[in-house]
């Protein structure tokens, strides 16, 4: 089995990176090849947000066999606690999409899908069911307070309860975050299965960064995704 790992940031994969062999650096936008626990993987920093997200993501299914890319990082919760994990089964652009006198409208009222195969993808790009029961199922084994749901992909974080509010009503969502949506976009295209697991590093509401703990929300996701990869066959 060949994995493809992907952290926005350095600050995100740090424990993950020490259990790599070779050990990756911190550079961004440099694929790293190596072993983790006896399995291939090829690992990267794609910098934050969809556009360097999408690039990195291309790069690796475009020059390696992939059989599963793992997305992970941090993440804003619109529940629970810092330092919970969540693992997406689904991921919407947020605000791809139309503002009328009516408010926000989709990409499906507008008319053009962002991808379409056998079938159009508007904002909403499903993950894999099966990978979504493993990751869960291994999770809480390894004894992880593990949720899953609809994550939101954003280009202005909500900094407010309010828009954390909005947002959460326009996907169902759980988490928001500023790459996953272009990753399982790229990965609807090439057809490779991916999930995406976040730590929650605050909780959103009016902006308060003394309550936010990122330490402990990029270690538990590092930790989870460890465990996960432990037990993928």
């Known amino acids: 089995m060949n994995l493809a790992l992907i952290a926005p940031m350095p600050v995100e994969s740090e424990?993950?990176?020490?259990?790599?062999?070779?050990?990756?650096?911190?550079?961004?936008?440099?694929?790293f090849e190596g072993e983790l626990y006896g399995k291939p993987v090829i690992f990267t920093h794609c910098g934050v947000g969809k556009v360097n997200a999408a690039h990195s993501t291309t790069l690796m299914l475009e020059n390696y066999s992939v059989d599963i890319l793992v997305l992970f990082g941090i993440g804003g919760g619109y529940s629970g606690e810092a330092g919970d994990i969540v693992v997406a089964e689904s991921e919407s652009y947020?605000?791809?999409?139309?503002?009328?006198?009516?408010?926000?409208?989709?990409?499906?009222?507008?008319g053009f899908p962002l991808l379409e195969d056998e079938r159009g993808y508007y904002n909403t790009f499903p993950m894999d069911t099966n990978?979504?029961?493993?990751?869960?199922?291994?999770?809480k084994d390894a004894?992880?307070?593990?949720?899953?749901?609809?994550?939101?992909?954003?280009?202005?974080?909500?900094?407010?309860?309010?828009?954390?509010?909005?947002?959460?009503?326009?996907?169902?969502?759980?988490?928001?975050?500023?790459?996953?949506?272009?990753?399982?976009?790229?990965?609807?295209?090439?057809?490779?299965?991916?999930?995406?697991i976040r730590g929650i590093s605050n909780i959103i509401e009016d902006r308060d960064m003394k309550k936010w703990n990122i330490k402990k929300a990029a270690s538990n996701c590092n930790e989870a995704v460890i465990e996960l990869i432990k037990r993928l066959k």
């Not at 947020?94 to 507008?110: D, H, N, Q, R």
């Not at 990978?131 to 999770?139: G, K, M």
């Open 15 to 31: 424990e993950l990176r020490r259990r790599l062999s070779p050990q990756p650096k911190e550079e961004l936008k440099v694929i």
């Open 94 to 110: 947020g605000e791809e999409g139309v503002l009328t006198k009516e408010g926000w409208k989709s990409m499906e009222f507008i």
């Open 131 to 139: 990978l979504i029961q493993r990751a869960i199922n291994a999770l």
């Open 143 to 196: 004894g992880f307070n593990v949720s899953s749901g609809n994550f939101v992909t954003v280009s202005q974080c909500s900094g407010t309860r309010e828009a954390g509010e909005i947002m959460k009503r326009r996907f169902n969502g759980i988490c928001e975050n500023m790459e996953g949506a272009a990753v399982a976009h790229i990965c609807t295209m090439y057809r490779v299965p991916m999930i995406e």
